[in-house]
């Protein structure tokens, strides 16, 4: 009788404690995400070049497209997702499925920001392929981030 007390008690335990780290978890996974809202915010000029191509039904041009990083398109993406009512967590099956058909995604396909979402899917699948996740969803470095579209293009040329 005793036993099964002390038994249940440490089960107890053992589970609010499990509970109690899976919380810790999902509290600093948003507020990363909080972080890299802000820390990857549009330039300006950025925000410029995009309503002009908007204006004019064209695309971005490869020098402007350049400027922006890795980061600045995942806060693209997310735009999008929140924009149509997407609910995928970074690196669930849906947005790796969704990052994998994005180029069939034709309203995307419209926008100018197109090109700078695309670049960061590409990375990220990339960079997922190099990792297996067993027990957390994968993100990307933040120094990965935080490279310009270009910087990802010369990297990959050599």
Do not use: W
């Amino acid at each position: 009788m005793l036993r099964r007390k002390l038994t249940r008690k440490y089960f107890v335990i053992a589970l609010c404690s499990v509970v109690i780290i899976g919380v810790i978890f999902v509290v600093i996974d948003k507020n990363k995400e909080e972080r890299n809202a802000s820390h990857f915010a549009l330039t300006t000029q950025q925000k410029i070049a995009i309503k002009k191509a908007k204006m004019s039904g064209g695309d971005l041009s490869d020098a402007e497209v350049d400027t922006f990083t890795i980061g600045q398109g995942k806060l693209l993406l997310d735009q999008y997702l929140k924009k149509h009512d997407l609910n995928y967590k970074v690196g669930s099956k849906k947005y790796i499925h969704f990052l994998a058909k994005i180029s069939e995604t034709k309203d995307l396909q419209k926008e100018p920001e197109f090109a700078i979402i695309d670049a960061y899917a590409n990375v990220y699948l990339s960079e997922l392929q190099k990792h297996e996740p067993l027990f957390f969803r994968f993100h990307l470095k933040q120094s990965t981030l935080d490279k310009t579209i270009k910087e990802i293009r010369l990297e990959n040329k050599s």
